[in-house]
């Protein structure tokens, strides 16, 4: 292992939290490396956090062990996991959907159940709401440092079985294409698709078009307009709006300098669907 682990949370940093699940993590050994991936996901957004360690994850050393805790059902029967990645990266996580975009766009190779008997931090039997803490962090460090193989995590579950959330489908035509918008580039305001460039580019769009974008809400129409599509931002005004690749080689929609999600109230998730037509 190389000693490096990440945290993610929904803790936010305003209290210690964070700093109890670091300093867990130090007792186990000093020496690890400690980095945070975000502890700003929406409370008890599961998709998001799933979409946070894809959008992360590749781009970290192998062996790297994570931590992700958003952990709506701490104390429940959900099951303590840690996953293999088909790259060679660890998450230690609950077993609650957390798993589910790194299942289907990178590979998971094994999944470990925690055995909480033997990887629980000491004396924290009685406590039953901070799992982050005293198992996640706990056996997160002793798999980074190196203390414990993963195949001393606990018993071996089916890939197959682990709990996955419902993830958009992509439908095309021969002039158009559809799919969801699955998170935002927060702090911009810019629109995240899982339509891939590939997929987007199949139905002969080429950069300078303009490309219809129909924007629903379920059933409800919320935005319907024609967009430029542009290598980056500097190909439209500021104020103006553009289609573009996203650094996950996904298709984003954007306002240059502007908010597009707040500016049209534009949510994420299975039910927020958008649509690309070719245009004459």
Known sequence: MNKVLVLQSDFGLVDGAVAAMIGVAHDVDMDLKIYSLTHDITPYNIWEASYRLFQSIKFWPKNTVFVSVIDPGVGSSRKSVVAKTKDGHFIVTPDNGTLTHLKKYIGIEAVREIDEKNHRRKESELSHTFHGRDIFAYTGAKLASGKIAFEEVGEELSVDEITELEVGEIIKTENSIKGNIDILDVRFGSL?????????????????????????????????NRITFGKSFADVYVSEQIIYVNSLLRMAVAINQGNFAKAYSIGTGIHWTIEFKKTS
């Open 192 to 224: 995240w698709t899982n339509i891939t460039r590939e997929d987007f580019l199949s139905i002969g769009l080429e950069y300078g078009d303009r490309v219809e974008v129909v924007i629903k809400n379920g059933s409800t129409l919320v935005y319907n």
